[in-house]
């Protein structure tokens, strides 16, 4: 079964407008993070934001915020004011216990197209 | 936050040539690290996690004796794809961690490695 969920293969959205990138999880362990990561085309992966299962709000970190809502397992990544320099891969990431570690699965990324 | 420098960044082989892929933590200690491939417009898959001084862990269907991993040192990971074959011709990239639990994990570059 698929861990990390992204529906989403593709987005556009217009230069100055928010958009909304889903991702669903699933896993049993209680406690876990969940991660989004941009990768532009030069392949490197920057990381934007965490959120913590046990967390009581909804992280942000400047124009990125994730909408987490526990009950439905979810970590949508908002990104608001979007500019030409975010259309990339994006990535939602699970850490959960694996064994003796921790263990980081990704979902299978949105590209996003930031347009004029 | 935490650098992860990895080389070379692009490096094209003959096949059955091996080929070695450093991951550096630049300004933190790494007891851990771990090694990704992805394919062309695809999710990251883990491969194997690195510990220092010890044995490498692999993933389910990952050949140990085909992608060698040693991490002989707090800040360095090496991962080497012997006897290369044009399947192995892929994005490789690692990251590290810089502690246990709800911590991101850097990433570097990524290597582009083709076979040919």
């Known amino acids: 079964a698929q861990k990390i969920t992204q529906t989403q293969p593709g987005m556009f959205v217009q230069e100055k407008e928010a958009v909304t990138l889903d991702c669903t999880y699933d896993?049993?362990?209680?406690?876990?993070?969940l991660f989004w990561y941009k990768q532009p085309s030069s392949g490197e992966m920057i990381f934007l934001i965490y959120q913590g299962s046990y967390d009581q709000q909804n992280a942000t970190e400047g124009r990125y915020s994730l909408n987490f809502q526990k009950a439905r397992k979810s970590a949508n990544l908002v990104i608001s004011a979007s500019q030409l320099g975010d259309s990339a891969m994006y990535f939602c990431?699970?850490?959960?216990?694996?064994?003796?570690?921790?263990?980081?699965?990704f979902g299978t990324g949105t590209q996003l197209k930031v347009e004029l | 936050g935490a650098v992860v420098s990895q080389h070379p960044s692009r490096v094209i082989c003959k096949s059955g040539t091996s080929v070695k892929i450093e991951c550096r933590s630049l300004d933190f200690q790494a007891t851990t690290m771990f090694w990704y491939r992805q394919f062309p417009k695809k999710s990251l898959m883990l491969m194997a996690t690195?510990?220092?001084?010890?044995?490498?862990?692999?993933e389910q269907g990952v050949e140990k004796d085909k992608f060698l991993i040693n991490h002989a040192s707090l800040t360095l990971s090496t991962l080497t794809v012997t006897s290369a074959h044009p399947e192995d011709s892929s994005f490789y990239i690692c990251?590290?961690?810089?502690?246990?639990?709800?911590?991101?994990?850097?990433f570097g570059q990524g290597t582009r490695l083709t076979v040919v």
């Open positions: 896993t049993s362990d209680p406690s876990y993070g």
């Open positions: 990251s590290a961690r810089t502690g246990e639990g709800n911590t991101e994990a850097f």
């Open positions: 990431a699970m850490r959960e216990r694996v064994g003796g570690g921790n263990k980081l699965t």
């Open positions: 690195s510990n220092e001084g010890s044995k490498a862990t692999y």
